[in-house]
Nanobody, 131 residues
């Protein structure tokens, strides 16, 4: 059974930093495509960053230059390093994994994964940024 478990959420002042972790288990091989999404109250879930099995990374325009996605294969853990945080970054953050369609999507468009191409979701971690 595939499981994605996020940790590292919390509260921070604007301008601060946080690092989210996602422990990945249950894959017989590495997922082709992994990513981070977020959902703020009253808003749709949006892709924040993507990571292909080929090492390709993609970011949403609102986080480019501030967020970094990475993966430690030895620890089976996906990370999202967030810096220069803004109040508008406040949201529930979700770890996600997808297959070949997800990988093709981020390769072709150079954007984070689409939620409709995600096969597995974590339960989320809350990030709150105060002004």
């Amino acid at each position: 059974e595939v499981q994605l478990v996020e940790s590292g959420g919390g509260s921070v002042r604007a301008g601060g930093s946080l690092k989210l972790s996602c422990a990945v288990s249950g894959f017989t091989e590495s997922a082709y495509c992994m990513g981070w999404f977020r959902q703020a109250p009253g808003k749709e879930r949006e892709g924040v960053a993507g990571l292909g099995s080929d090492g390709n990374t993609t970011y949403g325009d609102s986080v480019k230059g501030r967020f970094t996605i990475s993966k430690d294969n030895a620890k089976n853990t996906l990370y999202l390093r967030m810096t220069s945080l803004k109040p508008e970054d406040t949201a529930q953050y979700y770890c996600a994994a997808g297959g070949l369609s997800c990988l093709a999507y981020i390769r072709a468009l150079g954007v984070p994964p689409s939620a409709r191409l995600v096969d597995y979701w974590g339960k989320g971690a809350l990030v709150t940024v105060s002004s």
